[in-house]
């Protein structure tokens, strides 16, 4: 198993959870690969433990073969005699007599498939909860699962769950600083450019950011990890949106490929997909948020710092949209072995995919631009991407990231991916957004640049900016 990475706050809280004299119901939920159950490892390692899977439903899986599943886990695990069950009641009443004493944490993993099959698997877990699992107060139980849209309405929002879980935790992508402890020793001799390039592709997920060979250059490892007939990520997509949405897949692919282009609101969203903005759609649009693909960001008010009701969703997930704008036009050349080399920047609206790819990043880690800021978190009225729609009265304007405090100050945040130092047509293209942006008179504005391969004397010079953030200082603690 490789070395664990980040996720300290998490080990924190359940650690806490750990050391209370009471049964704990943790309901852990996050994308495929963003290291759930590698969490629930690690915090476990020195404890008495005990994991069961469910099996991906497929046409074939029935309620049968997903309890079989996890008797032959239980016996594997345990020592139990391997038995027939037919009931989930009698299947967790044998496990309650293994964990019935003492400190142990139980994982439920993929808790959406275990109980995909039978409609009262989750009230019979709920009465082995009540009646059995929380007699022990030193135990821990676990569900976790990648269909956040499945835990949100079974679990989370579920009156039969209602005020037993102890935590609800959804894992995001790792921080940047602590992607960069993937290149280990080699963390200080590669550029912060070079790691942009990679983390363009894998973004911020855990298990994409094991398969990188710090000893190769990025152009290699992307080859590698995409664009050879074997490689791990050249069908991942299609895996992990089979494994999360079932049988509707092709449905939310047919929208994250439109958001592939640019943030765009529900109606046209809609619309560019052939549907009708309905409470289905926006049940589609929820299930990609929750998942972790797509982000919904709300534009406000800056004379009030209130949201609005106006808002637009982007593709958040770096690895998905690399492979729908890059990958998956060119399968057919992968699975002959054509990409033999790879030259990024020759490959088609490379600049244009690429600064999408660095404001998801930026974005990502919005808490350590605020760090570099010197903002605290208690200061902000709003943060987020910002939006203003054209009127008679005012032109639009789209602002990458905008921080609205209490001191009455905005800082308008231009992102700029550039292969080159970036010169003065960045200090243009700022003023020309602030003409355009409507500020009330009270507010002041502070234009901030974020760049990742440098700026140019000029730049510097003209002290337009009154913050210019390095990408690499995002990559440091």
């Not at 974020?450 to 700026?455: A, D, P, Q």
Request: hydrophobic residues 40%; proline residues 4%.
């Amino acid at each position: 198993m490789t070395k664990f990475i980040g996720r300290t706050s998490e080990l924190k809280a359940l650690r806490s959870l750990l050391e209370k004299n009471t049964a704990s119901l943790v309901v852990l939920q996050g994308r495929r690969r963003i290291g759930k159950s590698r969490l629930i490892e690690e915090f476990a390692k020195n404890e008495k433990f005990y994991v069961f899977s469910g099996i991906p439903p497929t046409k074939e899986t029935t309620k049968q073969s997903e309890l079989n599943e996890f008797a032959k886990q239980l016996h594997l695990q345990t020592g139990l005699p391997e038995v027939q069950a037919d009931d989930w009641s009698k299947l967790f009443l044998l496990l309650f007599e293994k964990v019935k004493q003492g400190r142990v944490i139980v994982l439920f993993d993929e808790i959406s498939w275990m109980g995909s099959k039978d409609p009262d698997f989750l009230g019979k877990l709920k009465n082995a909860w009540d009646l059995s699992f929380k007699k022990n107060p030193k135990l821990m139980l676990v569900l976790c699962g990648s269909v956040s849209s499945w835990i949100e309405k079974n679990i989370v929002s579920s009156s039969g769950f209602m005020g037993r879980p102890s935590l609800y935790m959804t894992l995001d992508e790792l921080k940047l600083n602590e992607c960069n402890q993937f290149w280990h020793e080699h963390h200080k001799a590669i550029s912060a450019f070079e790691k942009f390039k990679i983390l363009a592709v894998t973004g911020g997920v855990p298990r994409y950011l094991e398969l990188i060979d710090p000893k190769l250059s990025a152009e290699e490892n992307i080859r590698q990890l995409c664009f050879l007939k074997n490689s791990p990520l050249a069908n991942e997509f299609e895996h992990i949106f089979a494994d999360i949405f079932s049988h509707r897949s092709d449905t939310y692919k047919k929208i994250v490929e439109q958001l592939v282009k640019r943030p765009t609101m529900a109606d046209e969203l809609a619309k560019s997909v052939g549907f009708t903005r309905t409470g289905t759609f926006d049940d589609y649009l929820n299930d990609l948020v929750l998942g972790g693909f797509v982000s919904r960001d709300y534009t406000w008010h800056l004379n009030t710092g209130k949201i609005s009701k106006l808002s637009q969703y982007r593709l958040k997930d770096n690895y998905v949209r690399f492979y729908l704008k890059y990958v998956l036009p060119n399968k057919a050349k992968i699975e002959k072995d054509r990409y033999q080399e790879i030259a990024l920047t020759l490959l088609p609206g490379w600049e244009t995919i690429m600064g999408l790819q660095f404001e998801n990043l930026v974005l990502n880690n919005h808490a350590a631009v605020m760090n570099r800021l010197n903002i605290k978190p208690e200061e902000v009225v709003v943060d987020n991407p910002f939006f203003q729609r054209p009127t008679t009265r005012q032109a639009g304007c789209q602002i990458d990231y905008l921080i609205q405090t209490q001191f009455d100050t905005v800082y308008i945040c231009e992102m700029k991916f550039s292969r080159y130092p970036i010169g003065m047509s960045v200090v243009h293209e700022m003023k020309n957004k602030l003409n355009r942006l409507k500020v009330p008179r009270h507010i002041s504005r502070r234009p901030v640049l974020i760049h990742v391969n440098g700026v140019t004397d000029e730049v510097l010079e003209a002290k337009y900016f009154f913050h210019i953030i390095d990408f690499g200082d995002l990559l440091i603690k």
